[in-house]
């Protein structure tokens, strides 16, 4: 990618100067999140469409000698390609021309790759088979005509277990260059013949780019670190230049003065390739995006960053050129900010604050991360501060209930039954009354996962009452079975109190019975569990061939969607159960949420604030494919309920249980309709509370130890917990 002549050595540092000056790692959070520094600037998106014609598709494009240069598949009525052309513009759309190729490929050949490489094109294809698959690389001329077509011969196999190789460029010597999933880059000459591979040894290669003097490098995980390794093929070796790169960068483009542009998972950055500093320039969400993966990247002369991305939309793929220019934040802009403040934020939830700001010229939803990206903790002193100082509206609630109390927060009940669109009776109710305390509302959930223990029916019979004596008779009755094998045993008896209703615990009124015969007859049976403390012992142990073999007779299970119920019905077959939770009535599983949203009673835009968090129970976001678990809409639940039905969206595939594999296939009706039974029969709300189970996970250790004895430990955790929820929920 090469800039203007006119385009100065000096002109380009100082540009890159300033867009580091701007932009350095952001304090307000966790510095480590890496987000950009609120510095008085914001990034301004603005998105030029690349237009094709009708049945047309741009496959891709590449920046060349400053002209953009895109691909584009011909397809007919019936989606079928019949052709492809070259179309060349300038960086502003300008000057257009297009040149035709000859189609030389095969029905059922699939282009899977391309590059410009001087007066040639070099396009790959891919033939998919039932015993593997069959590469192809041709190239043509610069009027199109091709000059030679070939079968890639070592690439293609005749067995199910083929790698898949990517279509990486061309190096100085003119060979091909691809990579493959396994971390093998390999060289190909124009006839289809391997020239030479190198091989990763304990590496997880992801993507792949060339710097300014052609050299190939790929970005590859080692541990937990991500480093830019350059491919030497001399020596058959990968060789570390930079290392330790945060942001998980998914493109990477040289652009030159020591500088790489970065698009991370999160975020654009530039990387200082002397002083392996990488700095944050912008996230996606802050300019209403999501992740990017660009064709291509370039810095303009006036400072300004450009890039061109797929939209990936439910029409197909929109490439679009944005440039993002840096301008002044003024006071209006900042008045109309709702911050929301958040420690991991799902694909979902970046979508929903997207549509959000992209649809309402009001407000706008900032969000501010606390994520310590290297421990993976929140950073609570932080967010204390910024919400001491009223800097914060919104919060995602899971991700600091440590450090939140009712008292920070609104009570939202009066602002759900006064909404004009919200309707309590056309949701799930036991959702809201699961988050209430006190008859007040302090978060909401826009979904929700069911979950219960399943069942090997040998065991625990469908005819049986599955009460709290038949759960601990159940455990007593089979001493070498397992019980809820892939917990702890601490967390196994902090989950039973979370899935037990107000049998432990009464948040209301901030009581909690642990001295009791049940409690410490659970404590004597986490004690035999072999899962104890350290979550190592889990490295070896395959929880789906314990169930299949018998082995373990009662397991925990999330019924997130029909696929879980699925695998338990082909592991088990007429023997998988799904009990629920040992309750005094009928079968019963729990209600549970990961995001639930709350807004901050110091907040000077509560009303703000609100207009955001109502649009999460509206049919707009109830509708969305990709939400986690199942819509808190009763409307939107039956729809996905008649989907699943019909066969759309049902999943497949397989997983493996040791050597074994097992064919998951399509959910029948009856695996979706007892899906559908489970959530229906869910009565509680399963509480998760840190602070419970920080208490008996420490006094169980104690217990454990033979320092004390079970009636012993359940008395203090009696007296701790009584004193914890007396100074959180009194």
């Not at 090469?2 to 890159?16: E, Y």
Request: net charge negative.
């Amino acid at each position: 990618m090469k800039k203007k002549a006119l385009v100065s050595t000096m002109l380009v540092v100082t540009l890159a100067a300033s867009l580091l000056a701007g932009c350095k790692g952001k304090t307000a959070g966790s510095s480590a999140q890496g987000a950009a520094e609120d510095d008085g600037f914001v990034y301004v998106p603005e998105f030029r469409t690349m237009t094709t014609g009708i049945n047309e598709d741009i496959y891709g494009v590449r920046l060349v000698e400053d002209k953009l240069k895109s691909l584009i598949i011909l397809r007919n009525k019936d989606y079928e390609p019949t052709g492809i052309r070259v179309h060349t513009e300038d960086k502003d759309g300008q000057n257009g021309t297009d040149k035709e190729f000859e189609y030389v490929f095969d029905k059922e050949e699939y282009i899977s790759g391309f590059e410009f490489n001087g007066s040639q094109t070099i396009i790959t294809c891919t033939k998919y088979g039932e015993n593997g698959n069959t590469y192809s690389i041709a190239y043509f001329d610069e009027n199109g005509k091709c000059t030679s077509k070939n079968e890639i011969a070592a690439f293609s196999t005749s067995d199910d277990e083929a790698e898949y190789y990517t279509f990486a460029g061309v190096d100085k010597e003119g060979y091909a260059v691809f990579t493959s999933w396994s971390g093998t880059v390999a060289r190909v000459s124009s006839d289809g013949t391997l020239v030479d591979k190198v091989s990763a040894e304990n590496k997880d290669t992801m993507d792949s780019f060339w710097d300014k003097e052609g050299n190939f490098y790929v970005s590859a995980y080692e541990g937990m670190d991500v480093n830019f390794d350059m491919v030497d093929f001399a020596s058959k070796s990968f060789k570390t230049k930079w290392s330790k790169i945060s942001g998980y960068p998914r493109k990477v483009f040289d652009e030159g003065n020591g500088t790489l542009l970065i698009f991370g998972d999160e975020r654009i950055s530039e990387f200082a390739t002397e002083s392996n500093e990488n700095t944050a320039l912008v996230n996606y969400i802050d300019i209403d995006m999501n992740n990017v993966s660009p064709d291509a990247a370039w810095i303009n002369e006036d400072g300004t960053i450009s890039f061109v991305a797929g939209d990936y939309g439910a029409e197909g793929v929109t490439y679009e050129v944005v440039t993002l220019k840096k301008i002044e934040k003024t006071a209006d802009m900042a008045k109309n900010e709702v911050h929301m403040a958040v420690g991991f934020l799902s694909y979902d939830q970046a979508e929903a604050i997207r549509n959000f700001n992209k649809t309402n010229g009001e407000i706008r939803v900032v969000v501010d991360s606390y994520l310590n990206e290297e421990t993976g903790e929140t950073d609570t002193t932080a967010f204390n501060a910024d919400l001491s100082a009223g800097k914060i509206d919104i919060v995602r609630f899971e991700d600091f209930k440590d450090a939140l109390k009712n008292d920070n927060l609104v009570d939202l009940n009066p602002y759900l039954d006064s909404d004009p669109d919200i309707n309590r009776s056309d949701y799930f109710e036991n959702i809201f009354e699961g988050l209430e305390t006190k008859g007040k509302l302090y978060s909401i959930a826009p979904n929700f996962n069911v979950y219960g223990y399943g069942a090997n029916s040998d065991y625990l019979p469908e005819s049986d009452n599955f009460d709290f004596d038949r759960f601990v008779k159940l455990i007593k009755d089979n001493p070498g079975k397992m019980i809820i094998p892939d917990e702890l045993a601490s967390q196994f008896l902090s989950d039973v109190v979370a899935l037990s209703g107000n049998r432990f615990i009464d948040y209301e009124n901030a009581k909690c019975d642990f001295n009791n015969e049940e409690f410490i007859s659970l404590m004597e049976f986490a004690k035999t569990k072999p899962l104890t403390f350290e979550s190592s012992d889990f490295e070896d142990f395959d929880p789906l061939k314990s169930i299949m073999n018998g082995e373990t007779i009662l397991f925990g299970f999330n019924v997130s969607d029909s696929m879980d119920i699925q695998l338990y019905r082909k592991i088990l077959g007429d023997k998988f159960y799904p009990a629920g939770l040992p309750t005094d009535g009928e079968r019963t599983f729990a209600y549970s949420v990961s995001n639930s949203y709350a807004i901050v009673k110091n907040s000077a835009k509560v009303d703000e604030a609100w207009k955001y968090l109502r649009t999460l129970l509206l049919d707009k976001y109830q509708s969305m494919d990709y939400m986690g678990g199942f819509p808190i809409s009763k409307k939107f639940f039956e729809t996905k309920i008649a989907r699943m039905l019909k066969g759309e969206g049902v999943g497949g595939g397989a997983v493996y249980t040791g050597d074994t594999m097992i064919e998951l296939g399509e959910p029948s009706s009856e695996a979706i309709n007892l899906m559908k039974e489970c959530v229906e029969s869910a009565g509680l709300f399963k509480k998760d509370d840190s602070g419970v189970a920080s208490i008996i996970d420490e006094e169980f250790r104690t217990y454990v130890s033979g320092a004390k004895s079970a009636e012993e430990v359940a008395e203090i955790i009696q007296s701790r917990i009584s004193i914890y929820l007396s100074e959180k929920f009194g």
